[in-house]
């Protein structure tokens, strides 16, 4: 798993009073700011937090406030404090931006050095130190909604501790503030966890669901990224997977078409196209499969039996009512071909008695009697073993 580095904060926050001297107002507010001049950040706070009760539109109150609180490390009552400030004037916002940038890498640090500590951890160590990095990264959220890195690491740490759900809300958000691979990638293994564990307890309408989000998931992130072969090679084996090989084809085409050396895709678009008899086409591809590797005894086997189809199809037709004459022989070709690539196949398993059984089966058909029964001979042999 890649994990984030930390965020590298290029220069620390300067806390700043923006007053030079001290104005008529309140003894809440004179005594805060002497408190602050003191650094007595406890003090300072309960002061100010009797000013902004008795004055809630006192901007510079909550905004003092909020700057004690990030002094305590409290960043999220800093955030309240803040929000209070800005409610009441936007005076200064800036100086809030610039503390809310500061807060929220130290919130994110943390949970960044918290989480690294979790993986060398032991396991019930590494779940607690795991919850507080969570706590962390939440914290930099709601310091900072709109920055994608929180939600990212907030996300790994849930998938580390196979909280899938909490995982797959997590990188939804941060997809409504960025679009990046590493988010989409993020999202389509959360639903792929969760099909895989619903497999496995026997619950196939849960997995189902879930392997059509991740398929869903996966059309989302192409849009980004159309050219990653990975993405398309886990859509077609999703699809396949589901037993929906038919919307399956166009996207192996596409594949095919982007990579006609992969022996993977030349024959699962043999397989779907000898699934739905189109059986010369079918042979076509499991040739370019067997182009790019001879012993690739799937494409072995299937081929040989588009062949097998093929020549009982014309076999069919020749004696037929409707046949032009019962003396057309064209279909042993097919029987033939068959029995060539069911003989490579027995080269590679020998010692299987069904493949023995193709080739007997092949040798039959195409009339070659005495290959037939030896094949017959050899499966009963392999059997009796």
């Given amino acids: 798993m890649k994990y984030h580095t930390i965020v590298t904060i290029l220069g620390l ?55 004690a609180r990030m002094q305590k490390n409290n960043f999220q009552g800093m955030v309240e404090a803040f929000d209070g400030s800005l409610k009441a004037s936007k005076e200064f916002e ?67 501790e196979a909280q899938y759900d909490d995982e ?36 196939k309408q849960a997995a189902n669901e879930n392997y059509n989000s991740a398929i869903a998931a996966i059309t989302d992130a192409r849009k980004l990224e159309p050219n990653n072969a990975e993405l398309l090679g886990t859509m077609i084996d999703l699809y396949v997977r589901l037993g929906r090989a038919s919307e399956a084809k166009p996207l192996i085409r596409e594949a095919v078409d982007k990579d006609p050396a992969n022996k993977i895709y030349q024959y699962n678009l043999g397989v779907i196209l000898l699934q739905t008899d189109s059986l010369q086409e079918a042979v076509s591809h499991f040739e370019e499969a067997l182009k790019s590797d001879p012993v690739y005894d799937v494409a072995l086997q299937n081929i040989g039996v588009a062949h097998m189809k093929l020549g009982d199809r014309l076999k069919k037709a020749s004696q037929g009512p409707d046949a032009k004459s019962s003396t057309d022989k064209s279909f ?30 092949a040798y039959a058909n195409a009339n070659m009697i005495k290959k037939a029964e030896a094949a017959i001979k050899k499966a009963e042999e392999l059997r009796k073993k």
Avoid at 338 to 360: Q, S
Wanted: hydrophobic residues 40%.
């Fill in 13 to 67: 926050f300067i806390f700043g009073l923006m007053v030079t001297a001290f104005q008529c107002g309140s003894a809440e507010m004179t005594s805060a700011k002497l408190y602050i001049q003191r650094s007595d950040w406890d003090n300072a706070e309960k002061s100010l937090a009797k000013e902004v009760a008795k004055n809630p539109t006192n901007a510079e109150a909550w905004y003092l406030l909020g700057q």
């Fill in 94 to 160: 800036k100086n809030i931006n610039d503390a809310k940038k500061y807060a929220w890498g130290q919130s994110l640090n943390q949970g960044v050095n918290l989480f690294n500590k979790s993986i060398k951890a032991s396991k019930d160590s590494a779940t607690a130190l795991r919850q507080e990095a969570v706590k962390n990264y939440k914290l930099a959220i709601s310091i900072n909604p709109d920055s994608t890195v929180a939600y990212q690491n907030l996300a790994i740490a849930y998938h580390s």
């Fill in 168 to 203: 797959i809300a997590t990188v939804k958000e941060a997809l409504k503030r960025k679009q990046t691979p590493l988010l989409h990638t993020s999202l389509i293994n959360a639903y792929l966890q969760k099909a895989q564990i619903a497999e496995a307890a026997s619950d």
């Fill in 332 to 361: 042993l070709e097919h029987f033939k071909k068959a029995a060539d690539y069911f003989e490579r196949l027995v080269e590679i398993k020998k010692d299987d008695p069904n493949y023995w059984d193709f080739l007997a089966s």
